[in-house]
C-alpha cells in the first residue's frame, strides 16, 4: 500500500479542513438576487476560501478544504419555490454527465469565450483558484506539478497527466458549486488519445501509466465523503468503461485495463466502474472485471449493448446518442453531453399495486384474469399519480455545469424523458403466483382467510407462512408459472407509461431499479401474500425475493432474462450475491465471469454482482472498528458497510448469497 493510499485511507487529510459560517441565504434575500446571482456569489466566496494543499507524493492534486457549503435560500423562500414547482431531491442539477472532454481538449479560456457572464465568472475562479496551485507547487518544490497548472486548466491537455489533472479540477468544481452525482461518462474512450500518445512517444510505459491511473482514481475518494446521497457512498461518481461506438468498433482499450486495475489496487469505493459489453465481448474481458469482484468492490455492474443500444433508439433516442449511452449516478441509462434526462425522478411499487387489489378486489374477482386486471388499473393509478405530480419541474441554475453541457442546460437538452423506477417485482409476481394457485386453481383457501392471514402478519398461520416462502412458486428458479407474471407486470407498467409526456417535452421511461424504495415502499405496506412478513424489504432493484429458495445463479439468470426490456429500459440490474470464499483461485473467478458472459448472452440488460461473507458482515456491525475497509454493495452504489444505517446493513445481510 502506498503512503498516498494509506494517508487517505486514515483520513489524515481530514486535518486541512474546515467549516465556513456564512449566512448567505440572509443576505442574498434582503440584496433580492436572482437564484443564478446566488450560484454565482457563493462559487466565488468558496473558491476564494480554499486553501491549495497538495499531500506529499500525490501527482494528481485539489483537495476540498472547505466541508460545507452553505445554504442560497432562506426557508421561507425555499417553501415558496416548493409551492411553485415540483423540486426533485435537492433541488441541485444531478445525474448529468457532462462534457468535461471537450473542456481539456480546449482549455478555459478557449471556453470562456463561449460563455455567457456567469459562464465566464465560474472559469475565472477556477483559474484563480488554480493559481493558488501553482503558487504552492512552485513554493514546495514540485516542478512536476508547476509544468502541468502552467497548461491546464487554462489551455489544452498535451499528455495523459495534464489530462488528468485537467479531470480533477472540472469534476472538483462541480461539487464545489453545488451540484452532485456528477458522474464521469465514457472515460475510456476520450482520454484513450493521450495514454496512446504517450506510450507511442515513451512519455509513459504501461507501469507508469497504471502508477499515474492509481493516484487519479485516489482523487476521487479524498473528498468523496462531503457528497452524501441517501447513504454514504451514494455519491454518483461512477465510471464508464468499454462498449460499441456509433460505427460499431469496440471501444475498450489499454486505458480500460488500467482503470479496472487502479480500481483493484486500490480498493476503494470510488470511482464505481460500470461495463459496456455484448455477446461479441472476449471471455478474457469479463475474467478481468471478475476480479474487481472478487475483492469485493461490488463492481463492475455490466451493461449490455445488444439490449440497451436498440430499447433507446425504439424510445426515440438517435443512433449516435444510443451508442453513447452511459449511466447516472447508480445504473439509469442516460446520454452525455445532451441529455437532460431526470432518471431517477419517481418510482411505483409493484408491490403496493397488489396489495391495493389484494384487499379491495380480491373479493369480487370470480377469476384470476379478473383479479390481475385490478392489478393492472393499481398501476395505472399510481403511474396517474407520478405523472401528475411531477409538473413544473424547476432546477437552481448551475452556471459551470451549462458551461460543460453541449447544450443549454437551463433551457433543458436534447432529451428530456423522465425515469420511473419498478420496485418489488418479485414480491408481487411471486404473491400472484400464489394466489393464482391457491385461491383460483387449488381452491385451497378462501379469499377472506388469506386477507386475515396477511393482516395479521401470518401470526397465526405459521403452516400457511411456511408454504408460501419456502414451497410456492418463486421468480429465480427458471419456472414459467411466476416468471411470466414477472414478464406481465413489467410489460403492465410499461404499457401504463407508453404514449404520456412530460411538460419538459419528454416521454417517461419505465425501469427495473429501486434505488431506496425497496425499503421505503416496503414500510407502505404491511405483509405480503407472498409471505413476505411486516418490516421485511423488498428485493433490491431486479433481484428475488430475499427468502425465496432458488436453485443457484444459472437459474436466476433464467428468470430475470425473460421480460421485455426494449419496453423498459431506464435501468436497473439483476443483483447477485456470491459468497466471497468462492474467489479462491483464478478458476473460479473465470467461472464468476461466465456466469456474467451468460447473463448477458441470453439477452440480460444490467448486472451487478457482490462478493460477501455472511459472519463477516454480522462481525462487523458489532465490532465496526475493525472493518473500516469492509466494502458491500447497496443499490447501484459501493458502500463501507460500517458507514451504513442498520437497515441497509440487515437488507445486505438478508439477501441470497450463491455458488458455482
Known amino acids: 500500500m502506498s503512503a498516498l493510499l494509506q494517508y487517505i485511507i ?79 431531491e435537492l433541488g441541485f442539477m444531478s445525474n448529468l454527465s457532462p462534457n468535461y472532454y471537450d473542456t481539456i481538449a480546449k482549455g478555459l479560456l478557449a471556453k470562456r469565450e463561449e460563455a455567457d457572464e456567469y459562464g465566464k465568472r465560474a472559469i475565472d475562479n477556477i483559474i484563480k483558484l488554480a493559481d493558488k496551485y501553482l503558487a504552492e507547487a512552485e513554493k514546495q518544490g514540485r516542478e512536476d506539478i508547476v509544468e502541468v497548472l502552467k497548461q491546464v486548466p487554462r489551455y489544452p491537455a498535451r499528455n495523459l497527466r495534464e489530462a488528468l489533472q485537467f479531470f480533477r479540477i472540472l469534476h472538483y468544481s462541480l461539487w464545489l458549486e453545488g451540484n452532485y452525482h456528477n458522474t464521469v461518462g465514457r472515460f475510456d474512450r476520450y482520454i484513450y488519445p493521450y495514454l496512446k500518445a504517450d506510450i507511442e512517444n515513451g512519455t509513459l510505459t504501461r507501469e507508469t501509466a497504471l502508477e499515474l491511473m492509481n493516484d487519479f482514481f485516489l482523487s476521487f475518494n479524498k473528498d468523496s465523503d462531503l457528497y452524501v446521497g441517501v447513504q454514504q457512498g451514494d455519491n454518483g461518481q461512477s465510471m464508464m468503461l468499454g462498449g460499441k ?39 478474457e474481458i469479463y475474467t478481468k472485471a471478475s476480479h474487481l469482484t472478487k475483492a469485493g468492490l461490488g463492481f463492475p455492474q455490466y451493461s449490455n449493448d445488444d439490449i440497451v443500444i436498440p430499447a433507446l433508439e425504439k424510445l426515440g433516442y438517435d443512433h449516435a446518442d444510443a451508442c453513447n449511452y452511459t449511466v447516472a449516478a447508480c445504473w439509469e441509462f442516460i446520454v452525455p453531453f445532451i441529455g437532460a434526462d431526470v432518471a431517477n425522478i419517481g418510482a411505483l411499487s409493484f408491490a403496493k399495486a397488489v396489495d391495493n387489489a389484494f384487499h379491495n378486489d380480491l373479493m369480487t374477482s370470480e377469476t384470476y384474469d379478473d383479479f390481475y386486471k385490478a392489478v393492472q388499473k393499481e398501476i395505472k393509478s399510481q403511474c396517474d399519480d407520478i405523472c401528475k405530480g411531477l409538473e413544473n419541474l424547476w432546477f437552481i441554475p448551475s452556471p459551470f455545469m451549462n458551461v460543460l453541457m453541449d447544450c443549454d442546460i437551463y433551457n433543458k437538452g436534447k432529451y428530456n424523458n423522465y425515469g420511473i423506477h419498478g420496485t418489488g417485482i418479485a414480491t408481487a409476481a411471486d404473491s400472484l403466483a400464489a394466489i393464482k394457485k391457491y385461491v383460483f386453481e387449488e381452491k385451497s383457501i378462501t379469499k377472506e382467510d388469506y ?179 469492509l466494502v458491500v454493495r447497496i443499490w447501484g452504489w459501493s458502500a463501507y458497510f460500517v458507514e451504513l444505517d442498520k437497515e441497509y446493513q440487515d437488507q445486505v445481510i438478508a439477501r441470497q448469497v450463491y455458488s458455482v
Open 10 to 88: 486514515t483520513k489524515q487529510h481530514h486535518k486541512y479542513r474546515h467549516e465556513v459560517d456564512w449566512n448567505l441565504a440572509d443576505e442574498y434575500a434582503k440584496k433580492g438576487l436572482s437564484p443564478i446571482e446566488r450560484m454565482a456569489d457563493r462559487f466565488t466566496r468558496l473558491c476564494d476560501e480554499e486553501k491549495a494543499v497538495i499531500l506529499e507524493g500525490e501527482q494528481i492534486c485539489f483537495l476540498r478544504t472547505v466541508s460545507n457549503l452553505p445554504a442560497i435560500f432562506t426557508e421561507s423562500e425555499w417553501e415558496e419555490i416548493n409551492k411553485k414547482h415540483h423540486i426533485h
Open 245 to 283: 461506438d456509433e460505427n460499431g468498433n469496440e471501444v475498450f482499450n489499454l486505458l480500460s485495463e488500467l482503470c479496472l486495475e487502479a480500481s483493484y489496487n486500490n480498493k476503494l469505493i470510488d470511482p464505481k466502474i460500470n461495463l459496456r459489453v455484448c455477446k461479441d465481448t472476449p471471455k
Open 451 to 629: 386477507i386475515k392471514a396477511v393482516d395479521c402478519d401470518f401470526q397465526n398461520d405459521s403452516e400457511f407462512l411456511h408454504k408460501l416462502r419456502y414451497e410456492t412458486n418463486k421468480v429465480g428458479n427458471n419456472d414459467d408459472y411466476v416468471d411470466s407474471i414477472a414478464v406481465s407486470l413489467l410489460d403492465s407498467f410499461s404499457d401504463a407509461l407508453e404514449g404520456r409526456t412530460n411538460d419538459r417535452g419528454g416521454i417517461f421511461r419505465a425501469g427495473t431499479g429501486s434505488a431506496m424504495y425497496y425499503l421505503w415502499h416496503a414500510d407502505e405496506i404491511g405483509a405480503s401474500p407472498d409471505g413476505r412478513r411486516k418490516g421485511e424489504p423488498l428485493g433490491t432493484n431486479f433481484s428475488v425475493s430475499i427468502f425465496a429458495k432458488v436453485k443457484g445463479p444459472v437459474s436466476v439468470i433464467g428468470s430475470m432474462t425473460k421480460p421485455h426490456f426494449e419496453r423498459a429500459i431506464n435501468g436497473g440490474p439483476l443483483t447477485l450475491e456470491f459468497h466471497q470464499t468462492l474467489f479462491t483461485d483464478d478458476e473460479s473467478v473465470e467461472k464468476v465471469g461466465m456466469i456474467v458472459k451468460a447473463f448477458i448472452d441470453r439477452g440480460g440488460h444490467q448486472l451487478q454482482l457482490n462478493a460477501v461473507n455472511v459472519e463477516t458482515l454480522k462481525d462487523a456491525q458489532i465490532h465496526p472498528e475493525n472493518y473500516q475497509q
